[in-house]
């Protein structure tokens, strides 16, 4: 079956550096389809996935090459790596089967490195003719609030110095510092809300968190709009088609676009956070006899919240804990004992078992075992 696509070639030379570019439309003709889950078994060494495999062996060795040294180069820049572990929720007959930790392999971040390359050499390529577009901008972060993360991890146990020209590449150093820790998670979900979001923007702004001068949506794997924006400006570019009306029309356009966009994405994120939020309350429901271990999150007046291994978060009251009168230090990141002095600290393993489900909201209450 022929898929209409729109192609970007680009020759990569050792360094990672893109050396040439054309962009044009295509047609894909597949001939084989490959898996994330084979592709990733191939490069642990596994072999009999299929004959597709063995003649793209070389090929996808030579993927996975260029990808490392992409990356490299992108962590050298700056880049930080923020990206998360989510769920996977699985439903079999309408029913929740099971929530797990999804497992993203080298397979999965080489596509996700190409994106990227792809996007900045898109976004660069239109920035050099000088033609309207939507660009993906992220602020540097307010410096009151990295501050306010530098004390939460002193607090922690973990040493962190800021440095005003330096922010990106010494929060890169110290991710990679806490990397295989217990608590990796919870910081790296600490910094992301210390970070300004992401949003589209006219503007030819940097994307801080990437480390990319020029960022935009060109490809991804599900189709948004704004790629289709980026899609229409680069065809009319490419093609030699662009007229001064044009020019004209997208300059008028996608500031309003842009504006448009960015909420959109809001309200479809807060959407997607309520669903798995439901799945989530509905999966506890079905274990809620059993006992659970999890990691303190984190604390707010009230109580504290623990994550679980698959990522399901609930919420521990403080009137709950009958066995002191607790007091929570939010500043602190722990709940104090008046009378025992027991302390729970953000980071701390604990056992719990579920105690109230809302099924409204999605929401988790679990008690102290």
Request: charge should be negative; include cysteine; charged fraction near 30%.
């Amino acid at each position: 079956m022929d898929r209409l696509a729109f192609t970007v070639e680009m020759d990569i030379d050792t360094k990672g550096k893109v050396v040439r570019s054309d962009f044009y439309k295509s047609v894909i003709r597949s001939k084989g389809k490959l898996t994330y889950e084979d592709v990733n078994r191939l490069f642990d060494g596994e072999t009999g996935l299929g004959e597709i495999y063995s003649v793209l062996k070389n090929d996808l060795y030579t993927m996975r090459s260029l990808r490392e040294i992409l990356s490299e180069k992108r962590s050298k820049r700056g880049s930080i790596d923020l990206d998360l572990p989510e769920s996977e929720i699985y439903i079999q007959g309408g029913m929740i089967e099971d929530i797990l930790l999804r497992e993203r392999g080298v397979a999965e971040r080489l596509i996700e490195e190409f994106m990227l390359i792809t996007n900045t050499t898109v976004a660069e390529y239109v920035a050099s003719t000088g033609v309207a577009c939507l660009y993906r901008s992220h602020e540097d972060p307010d410096k009151e609030r990295l501050e306010n993360f530098r004390t939460q991890m002193n607090l922690m146990g973990h040493s962190l110095r800021l440095k005003d020209e330096y922010y990106s590449g010494i929060l890169n150093k110290f991710l990679a510092s806490i990397q295989g820790e217990d608590d990796e998670f919870i910081i790296r979900k600490m910094l992301l809300r210390c970070m300004k979001k992401a949003c589209y923007s006219i503007e030819e702004t940097s994307h801080f968190a990437l480390g990319y001068e020029y960022y935009t949506h060109f490809t991804s794997p599900i189709r948004r709009y704004p790629d289709l924006v980026v899609h229409r400006v680069l065809s009319k570019i490419v093609s030699g088609g662009m007229t001064e009306e044009d020019m004209a029309h997208f300059a008028s356009t996608l500031g309003e676009v842009a504006e448009h966009t960015s909420k959109r994405e809001r309200v479809a994120e807060d959407a997607e956070r309520y669903c798995e939020k439901l799945y989530m309350a509905g999966y506890m429901d079905e274990y809620s006899d059993e006992v659970f271990e999890g990691i303190i999150s984190g604390v707010i007046k009230s109580g504290f919240f623990v994550q679980l291994g698959n990522l399901i978060e609930g919420f521990v009251p403080l009137h709950t804990m009958e066995d002191d009168y607790y007091d929570a230090d939010v500043l602190s990141l722990k709940v104090v004992g008046r009378r025992h002095g027991d302390v729970y600290k953000i980071g701390d393993t604990v056992e719990v078992g579920v105690d109230r489900i809302d099924f409204l909201t999605g929401e988790v209450d679990f008690y102290l075992i």
